[in-house]
């Protein structure tokens, strides 16, 4: 089992960039997939972003396509977001998740094997 820890959020002008990076701990890091989900305030958790343990398969929520990029790093255990072209409606607390299922099991978001505890992202308008 992984554990992961989120880092990079903040506040940020409308419009502006943020990295976020999601660090996992444990030596089969390479047999999960990846992913990132977002919950606004007064929300439901949404799916954002997720790739297969080889970073050849991507998938992104519609509203982020062309924005967010999704990336990992096998070799060090991270999994990034990097978001662009930030909106106010992007402002939320955004998860790392981790499944041995792979990508299409994470864009469900059931049942997942692993979460992170959150990092808040602040979009200005």
């Known amino acids: 089992q992984v554990q992961l820890v989120e880092s990079g959020g903040g506040l940020v002008q409308a419009g502006g960039s943020l990295r976020l990076s999601c660090a996992a701990s444990g030596r089969t890091f390479s047999s999960y997939g990846m992913g990132w989900f977002r919950q606004a305030r007064g929300k439901d958790r949404e799916f954002v972003a997720a790739?297969?343990?080889?970073?050849?398969?991507?998938y992104y929520r519609e509203s982020v396509k062309g924005r967010f990029a999704i990336s990992r790093d096998n070799a060090k255990n991270t999994v990034d977001l990097q978001m662009n072209s930030l909106k106010p409606e992007d402002t939320a607390v955004y998860y790392c998740?981790?499944?041995?299922?792979?990508?299409?099991?994470?864009?469900?978001?059931?049942?997942?094997?692993?979460w992170g505890q959150g990092t808040l992202v602040t979009v200005s308008s």
């Open positions: 790739i297969a343990w080889s970073g050849g398969i991507k």
């Open positions: 998740a981790a499944d041995r299922r792979g990508p299409v099991a994470i864009r469900m978001g059931n049942n997942l094997d692993a």
